[in-house]
């Protein structure tokens, strides 16, 4: 089974359209038989997109440290969750056991865990692919953010290909597909 870790908040949001595509997420990672990895909580988007998984019976792999396991929640539905020491092991074990990796809307943590994960593609620390999904114009400072940083000369423009972006959960659909083909799209070829 291939794994996706996902990148969003262990906040909802203001705006009840995330968590309707988090619960999307969900849905659409069980019926493709792609494994969920992400950071282990119960709350917000995260929890969302676990509980979907979940209730579809798909596999969903949470990694979650001590410290935060009462803060977000651990969430104990998962098939398996690993709490651990630090912050740094969580995000390591999450990108060691993914097959790639797909950004929704969140905070401070997901911006964290999306520029480290560009910048580890960046370096060739890895090929896996990186997903943006710019929900309702979510992330578009932070792309327009990238272009500057190109545009200013302290990134190529080959770089920029290092992730893909969409801004719906249409184009998310298509991504995936295109990535990792379901047996039985792989048979009908």
């Known amino acids: ?3 996706l870790c996902v990148f969003t908040g262990a906040a909802t949001g203001t705006d009840p359209r995330y968590a309707d595509a988090a619960h999307q997420l969900g849905q659409m990672l069980a019926s493709r ?3 969920l990895v992400y950071g282990g909580g119960k709350t917000g988007l ?3 997109i676990a509980d979907a998984v979940v209730a579809a019976d798909g596999h969903a792999t ?5 410290f935060l396991d009462n803060v977000e929640i651990g969430h104990r ?7 651990i020491d630090t912050m740094h092991e969580r995000k390591n ?5 993914s097959d790639g990796f797909i950004i929704m809307p969140g905070g401070l943590g997901t911006l964290d865990e999306t520029m480290e994960i560009i910048t580890w593609r960046q370096l060739g620390l890895h090929r896996k692919p990186i997903i943006i999904v710019n929900l309702f114009g979510y992330w578009d400072h932070m792309l327009l953010l990238f272009q500057n940083i190109i545009n200013e ?3 190529h423009h080959g770089h920029s290909g290092h992730f893909e972006h969409v801004d719906d959960m249409d184009g998310l659909a298509d991504l995936l597909d295109s990535y990792f083909p379901s047996t039985a799209q792989v048979l009908s070829k």
């Open 77 to 83: 539905g998962l098939s398996d969750l690993y709490v």
């Open 93 to 97: 074990m999450m990108y060691e056991i």
């Open 1 to 3: 089974m291939k794994k």
């Open 46 to 48: 995260m929890g969302k």
């Open 33 to 35: 038989d792609l494994g």
């Open 62 to 66: 949470g990694v979650i440290p001590k």
């Open 153 to 155: 000369g302290f990134m």
